[in-house]
């Protein structure tokens, strides 16, 4: 493995704060009322606050710099958290403390992290290189390179498999980002004329040739003082760091970069974000659950929040979410989002079958070898039966041969399954994480497979203890389920009495708290 670079990674290349400068949180999307909430009693200051922030919370300290970003991802299952590391530590560990149920993907190098790396081979337009910690990578390149070349590189996508890097150095601030072989640019949150014109002249004045330079959102509210420091800081900084890393002669790490995490967030912690939001505001229960649902769904929450405030919030939520459900027997085709607490998303397509209770999905095997976990051959023309309820956290899969023979069953157990009946007319599209530990019963033989897997995410810190606990429990008792019964009716029992158990314990042990505003 190549060792981190000898002179180590030059951490004063992020450049941090500016003197008297408070830094902040900017929170962005569907979770923002509530996490502003959460921040405010960890007292967190925030950053860039928007109107409706600033309505909802009279009298909030803000700050216009934000050092952290915390928003949505793009799906609304997740928070995607970048920033500085004065500010990052602080933002995650709140989040930690408060919201118990999440699953933490956080990336080894940051975002514009700036790296030596070797490459490796050439893959069509890219290249696979080594990294310092010995992994490959793949790698956008400006010119044509040989086998064994050392190049610099900067991150552009830490949390894919593999990370996704492209040629030249970067050097990150809080108002500008460097970067080596780019040209000057703006955020798109950057849009008054005078502002652009300023900060191109400023760009004109300070670049060195070879460097470019993306301005960020905080440069629309910097001082003309403050951008003019730090962005000859930057220039210095990048200077420096061309020359140390001229030096270098194996793959190491220059420069970190921003912290980068995605928090993914069950069933269970859009719950207890439901309860921190409902101190500040009104709010049903399953309101961010049913926030992350296709529309009309997430206007339908706004409006019946807004206008239905004397009704009981746990009854409004129930009949919204039944109707969320209503579609489900318009449902004949299915996707599967599968999402690995380490690793990407993925996705099984099927028909469906049967849209009661428990829905069940079947598809058909184009390809043979062997059933991952199950070890027993796959063949083509071999049929998959997969049975899975809202808010189940098990999915079960039966493998039966082209002759209707049952080969295996394999259970999976995951964050309760939400289902979304309205981004795709006629489609189904069901999200959950896998946690890891799975149940597997072949020819009578019932086993748990890979909790120790489970146990080391818990160690690692990307899940919690409550959430490990929970999956193991789960575990052991469809064992004990499967020991006893492993026909088709049993198991769709158990997916039903599963998913009706997690709606009853997680929605009835939600503290009923009474909103400070309902404005």
């Given at each position: 493995?190549?060792?981190?670079?000898?002179?180590?990674?030059?951490?004063?290349?992020?450049?941090?704060?500016?003197?008297?400068?408070?830094?902040?949180?900017?929170?962005?999307?569907?979770?923002?009322?509530?996490?502003?909430?959460?921040?405010?009693?960890?007292?967190?200051?925030?950053?860039?606050?928007?109107?409706?922030?600033?309505?909802?919370?009279?009298?909030?300290?803000?700050?216009?710099?934000?050092?952290?970003?915390?928003?949505?991802?793009?799906?609304?299952?997740?928070?995607?958290?970048?920033?500085?590391?004065?500010?990052?530590?602080?933002?995650?560990?709140?989040?930690?403390?408060?919201?118990?149920?999440?699953?933490?993907?956080?990336?080894?190098?940051?975002?514009?992290?700036?790296?030596?790396?070797?490459?490796?081979?050439?893959?069509?337009?890219?290249?696979?290189?080594?990294?310092?910690?010995?992994?490959?990578?793949?790698?956008?390149?400006?010119?044509?390179?040989?086998?064994?070349?050392?190049?610099?590189?900067?991150?552009?996508?830490?949390?894919?498999?593999?990370?996704?890097?492209?040629?030249?150095?970067?050097?990150?601030?809080?108002?500008?980002?460097?970067?080596?072989?780019?040209?000057?640019?703006?955020?798109?949150?950057?849009?008054?004329?005078?502002?652009?014109?300023?900060?191109?002249?400023?760009?004109?004045?300070?670049?060195?040739?070879?460097?470019?330079?993306?301005?960020?959102?905080?440069?629309?509210?910097?001082?003309?003082?403050?951008?003019?420091?730090?962005?000859?800081?930057?220039?210095?900084?990048?200077?420096?760091?061309?020359?140390?890393?001229?030096?270098?002669?194996?793959?190491?790490?220059?420069?970190?970069?921003?912290?980068?995490?995605?928090?993914?967030?069950?069933?269970?912690?859009?719950?207890?974000?439901?309860?921190?939001?409902?101190?500040?505001?009104?709010?049903?229960?399953?309101?961010?659950?049913?926030?992350?649902?296709?529309?009309?769904?997430?206007?339908?929450?706004?409006?019946?929040?807004?206008?239905?405030?004397?009704?009981?919030?746990?009854?409004?939520?129930?009949?919204?979410?039944?109707?969320?459900?209503?579609?489900?027997?318009?449902?004949?085709?299915?996707?599967?989002?599968?999402?690995k607490i380490e690793g990407d998303i993925i996705r099984f397509r099927g028909k469906v079958t049967e849209a009661e209770d428990v829905i069940a999905i079947e598809r058909e095997i184009k390809s043979s070898g062997v059933y991952d976990g199950l070890g027993i051959p796959k063949e083509i023309g071999d049929k998959v039966v997969t049975y899975i309820a809202p808010f189940s956290p098990i999915t079960v899969h039966m493998y039966f041969s082209k002759n209707g023979d049952l080969k295996g069953i394999y259970v999976n157990i995951n964050t309760p399954i939400e289902i979304d009946l309205w981004s795709k007319p006629g489609w189904l599209k069901a999200w959950y994480v896998d946690l890891e530990v799975d149940v597997i019963a072949i020819n009578g033989a019932v086993k748990i497979l890979d909790s120790d897997k489970?146990?080391?995410?818990?160690?690692?810190?990307?899940?919690?203890?409550?959430?490990?606990?929970?999956?193991?429990?789960?575990?052991?008792?469809?064992?004990?389920?499967?020991?006893?019964?492993?026909?088709?009716?049993?198991?769709?029992?158990?997916?039903?009495?599963?998913?009706?158990?997690?709606?009853?314990?997680?929605?009835?042990?939600?503290?009923?708290?009474?909103?400070?505003?309902?404005?």
């Amino acid at each position: 493995m190549a060792s981190d670079s000898p002179l180590g990674a030059d951490k004063g290349l992020v450049v941090s704060e500016r003197r008297n400068t408070k830094l902040g949180v900017r929170v962005r999307g569907i979770y923002a009322t509530a996490l502003t909430e959460l921040f405010e009693e960890k007292s967190i200051q925030i950053a860039d606050p928007t109107s409706a922030i600033k309505n909802r919370f009279p009298g909030l300290k803000t700050t216009e710099v934000a050092a952290v970003t915390v928003k949505d991802r793009e799906d609304g299952h997740g928070l995607v958290i970048l920033g500085l590391e004065q500010l990052y530590g602080s933002v995650l560990r709140a989040i930690r403390e408060e919201i118990k149920w999440i699953v933490v993907k956080e990336s080894e190098y940051g975002y514009f992290a700036s790296l030596k790396c070797k490459v490796v081979s050439r893959v069509g337009e890219k290249y696979e290189v080594l990294l310092p910690n010995g992994e490959k990578g793949l790698l956008y390149a400006k010119t044509r390179l040989s086998r064994d070349e050392l190049v610099t590189a900067h991150v552009i996508a830490p949390l894919a498999s593999p990370p996704v890097l492209r040629q030249g150095l970067a050097v990150t601030g809080m108002y500008a980002r460097l970067i080596e072989g780019g040209k000057v640019s703006f955020s798109r949150f950057i849009r008054d004329p005078l502002v652009i014109a300023r900060l191109s002249a400023l760009s004109e004045k300070v670049l060195k040739p070879g460097w470019g330079v993306r301005w960020r959102s905080n440069a629309a509210k910097g001082d003309l003082e403050g951008l003019l420091a730090e962005l000859t800081e930057l220039m210095h900084k990048a200077e420096k760091l061309k020359r140390k890393a001229d030096d270098i002669d194996e793959p190491s790490l220059l420069s970190p970069g921003e912290k980068l995490a995605i928090t993914l967030l069950p069933l269970q912690a859009k719950l207890l974000l439901d309860k921190v939001r409902s101190k500040r505001l009104h709010t049903i229960a399953f309101h961010h659950h049913l926030k992350t649902l296709g529309n009309p769904l997430p206007k339908l929450v706004d409006l019946v929040e807004e206008h239905f405030t004397c009704c009981e919030k746990y009854c409004l939520g129930n009949s919204l979410l039944s109707y969320a459900l209503s579609p489900l027997k318009g449902s004949s085709k299915a996707v599967i989002l599968h999402e690995k607490i380490e690793g990407d998303i993925i996705r099984f397509r099927g028909k469906v079958t049967e849209a009661e209770d428990v829905i069940a999905i079947e598809r058909e095997i184009k390809s043979s070898g062997v059933y991952d976990g199950l070890g027993i051959p796959k063949e083509i023309g071999d049929k998959v039966v997969t049975y899975i309820a809202p808010f189940s956290p098990i999915t079960v899969h039966m493998y039966f041969s082209k002759n209707g023979d049952l080969k295996g069953i394999y259970v999976n157990i995951n964050t309760p399954i939400e289902i979304d009946l309205w981004s795709k007319p006629g489609w189904l599209k069901a999200w959950y994480v896998d946690l890891e530990v799975d149940v597997i019963a072949i020819n009578g033989a019932v086993k748990i497979l890979d909790s120790d897997k489970l146990m080391e995410m818990q160690g690692s810190g990307k899940i919690t203890e409550e959430l490990a606990r929970w999956a193991l429990g789960i575990a052991g008792e469809v064992k004990e389920r499967l020991e006893t019964d492993t026909n088709y009716l049993s198991l769709k029992d158990l997916t039903k009495e599963h998913a009706s158990e997690v709606r009853k314990k997680f929605l009835v042990s939600m503290e009923k708290t009474t909103p400070k505003d309902d404005a």
